[in-house]
């Protein structure tokens, strides 16, 4: 891979570790409010208090904020696995999974529970900057390496066979 | 002259061949990396189709709002349970206008609901019954139930079955009314909430002179108790339903927060703590 294109593809996967960073101190916040029974910090009234105790709260026993703190480890580790083509296919795909579930418990928000929990939001919005990046980064794959890098390489392998 | 002229020619003759070979490898890198996409694209089709799958089995599981299908079928035996059911989680507890439970009771439990609410549905179907049981029913609680306008779209429906309800009041039904409609509750925003829903409601509760009903439904007061309630709860910067307020009976009532409407534990450890007062 060429500097610039390495430079690019590093300083893309930083701003991804940056914003799980984030989603992780936000779900973090979440799950300890759950589990302390407190009111979480809301500029919008009792909102995120309506959202955090409502019956969509927990999925199957399971409190969301919980599985969005897992969900954001499991992203973070893709990201800071050996990068490759499978370590972005689970990036992506668990990007998806938390944006998919992301955009659910905001439907939830809108039309059953008539409340918009600020932090809910906020994680919504980085899961789907997130997915974006991830989506496109997957498809994009390794950037190819530059035509005068390959030739060097090549030239660089030479002698070894005559070697052999 | 003529070595020159092999020469050229094998200079050609290479060219051309390396020429072939650079098409060739083009085209094969060309052919490589259209697989490669062909294949993160059926991968991304598949995470995708998974995660949509996931989501709606998540959104049918979890009921309620979008998915809910608990419409019960006029005359059905389902209707004839569910009248049961209410009777029995109900019945024989004194009724007064919106108030369930006896005006001596020491703890006043103020419920803000929207009939078309799933999430008060969820609240009145799981936590309520036991609090009933419990508190209701041994005098130490009376619960007042409030309107709050946050899950039905037309704020005329929204009036029309909230009077219907305290119509029902008037002849000291309304808990077996409003009892009825959740537990009937219908898909949301899909506008079941007709003069024919409300009729049939009205058939189901018990104790429910009907012609009189259907004439108290037209009584001012009602109307006037709506917006009374809707500024009780914006006093209070309500915003949302089930909310709540709850103190000592005749005394200042206080938010009840950070309690989940299906559980009914948080409301349990409040009423013990004001039963101690």
Same mark, same amino acid.
């Given at each position: 891979?060429?500097?610039?294109?390495?430079?690019?593809?590093?300083?893309?996967?930083?701003?991804?570790?940056?914003?799980?960073?984030?989603?992780?101190?936000?779900?973090?916040?979440?799950?300890?409010?759950?589990?302390?029974?407190?009111?979480?910090?809301?500029?919008?009234?009792?909102?995120?208090?309506?959202?955090?105790?409502?019956?969509?709260?927990?999925?199957?026993?399971?409190?969301?904020?919980?599985?969005?703190?897992?969900?954001?480890?499991?992203?973070?580790?893709?990201?800071?696995?050996?990068?490759?083509?499978?370590?972005?296919?689970?990036?992506?795909?668990?990007?998806?999974?938390?944006?998919?579930?992301?955009?659910?418990?905001?439907?939830?928000?809108?039309?059953?529970?008539?409340?918009?929990?600020?932090?809910?939001?906020?994680?919504?919005?980085?899961?789907?900057?997130?997915?974006?990046?991830?989506?496109?980064?997957?498809?994009?794959?390794?950037?190819?390496?530059?035509?005068?890098?390959?030739?060097?390489?090549?030239?660089?392998?030479?002698?070894?066979?005559?070697?052999? | 002259?003529?070595?020159?002229?092999?020469?050229?020619?094998?200079?050609?003759?290479?060219?051309?061949?390396?020429?072939?070979?650079?098409?060739?490898?083009?085209?094969?890198?060309?052919?490589?990396?259209?697989?490669?996409?062909?294949?993160?694209?059926?991968?991304?089709?598949?995470?995708?189709?998974?995660?949509?799958? +996931?989501?709606? #089995?998540?959104? $049918?599981? *979890?009921?309620? %709002? @979008?998915? &809910?299908?608990?419409?019960?079928?006029? =005359?059905? /035996?389902?209707? +004839?349970?569910? #009248?049961?059911? $209410?009777? *029995?989680?109900? %019945? @024989?507890? &004194?009724?007064?206008?919106?108030?369930? =439970?006896? /005006?001596?009771?020491?703890?006043?439990?103020?419920?803000?609901?929207?009939?078309?609410?799933?999430?008060?549905?969820?609240?009145?179907?799981?936590?309520?019954?036991?609090?009933?049981?419990?508190?209701?029913?041994?005098?130490?609680?009376?619960?007042?139930?409030?309107?709050?306008?946050?899950?039905?779209?037309?704020?005329?429906?929204?009036?029309?079955?909230?009077?219907?309800?305290?119509?029902?009041?008037?002849?000291?039904?309304?808990?077996?009314?409003?009892?009825?409609?959740?537990?009937?509750?219908?898909?949301?925003?899909?506008?079941?909430?007709?003069?024919?829903?409300?009729?049939?409601?009205?058939?189901?509760?018990?104790?429910?002179?009907?012609?009189?009903?259907?004439?108290?439904?037209?009584?001012?007061?009602?109307?006037?108790?709506?917006?009374?309630?809707?500024?009780?709860?914006?006093?209070?910067?309500?915003?949302?339903?089930?909310?709540?307020?709850?103190?000592?009976?005749?005394?200042?009532?206080?938010?009840?927060?950070?309690?989940?409407?299906?559980?009914?534990?948080?409301?349990?450890?409040?009423?013990?703590?004001?039963?101690?007062?």
């Amino acid at each position: 891979m060429s500097p610039a294109a390495s430079t690019h593809s590093r300083n893309l996967r930083i701003a991804m570790i940056v914003l799980t960073v984030i989603g992780i101190g936000l779900a973090t916040y979440l799950t300890y409010v759950h589990y302390a029974g407190i009111k979480p910090a809301c500029t919008a009234g009792e909102s995120c208090t309506k959202v955090q105790t409502s019956v969509y709260s927990k999925v199957a026993g399971v409190p969301v904020a919980l599985m969005g703190l897992i969900g954001y480890i499991a992203i973070l580790a893709s990201l800071l696995a050996p990068q490759g083509e499978n370590s972005r296919l689970a990036t992506m795909a668990l990007t998806l999974i938390g944006f998919g579930f992301s955009a659910y418990l905001t439907y939830r928000e809108l039309f059953s529970i008539h409340a918009i929990c600020e932090w809910c939001v906020s994680s919504a919005v980085i899961l789907t900057i997130l997915t974006c990046l991830s989506t496109w980064r997957f498809l994009r794959g390794e950037e190819a390496p530059a035509p005068a890098q390959s030739t060097a390489e090549h030239q660089a392998q030479a002698p070894l066979t005559p070697a052999s | 002259m003529p070595q020159v002229g092999n020469d050229e020619e094998d200079l050609t003759r290479k060219e051309r061949r390396e020429q072939a070979r650079a098409q060739r490898k083009a085209v094969e890198e060309a052919e490589a990396a259209r697989a490669v996409r062909r294949t993160r694209m059926t991968q991304l089709g598949i995470v995708v189709a998974i995660v949509v799958v +996931a989501i709606v #089995v998540i959104a $049918v599981a *979890a009921g309620g %709002g @979008g998915s &809910s299908n608990h419409t019960v079928q006029k =005359g059905s /035996a389902r209707e +004839a349970s569910t #009248v049961s059911k $209410v009777n *029995a989680e109900i %019945g @024989g507890i &004194s009724q007064r206008g919106n108030v369930l =439970g006896a /005006a001596t009771a020491p703890v006043t439990l103020v419920y803000f609901g929207d009939l078309e609410c799933p999430v008060c549905r969820e609240f009145t179907l799981t936590a309520l019954p036991s609090l009933i049981q419990k508190y209701v029913r041994t005098g130490k609680l009376r619960v007042e139930y409030r309107s709050l306008e946050t899950a039905t779209r037309e704020p005329e429906t929204f009036k029309t079955q909230q009077i219907a309800a305290l119509a029902a009041g008037a002849q000291n039904v309304m808990w077996n009314f409003i009892e009825l409609f959740y537990n009937e509750q219908g898909q949301e925003d899909s506008g079941y909430v007709t003069e024919g829903y409300l009729s049939n409601l009205a058939n189901q509760t018990t104790g429910l002179n009907k012609a009189k009903w259907e004439e108290d439904r037209h009584n001012p007061a009602y109307e006037n108790a709506v917006t009374t309630d809707a500024q009780l709860a914006n006093s209070n910067k309500f915003n949302g339903t089930p909310a709540f307020l709850i103190g000592r009976t005749g005394g200042k009532l206080q938010k009840l927060e950070e309690v989940s409407p299906s559980e009914a534990s948080g409301f349990e450890s409040a009423i013990e703590s004001l039963l101690k007062k």
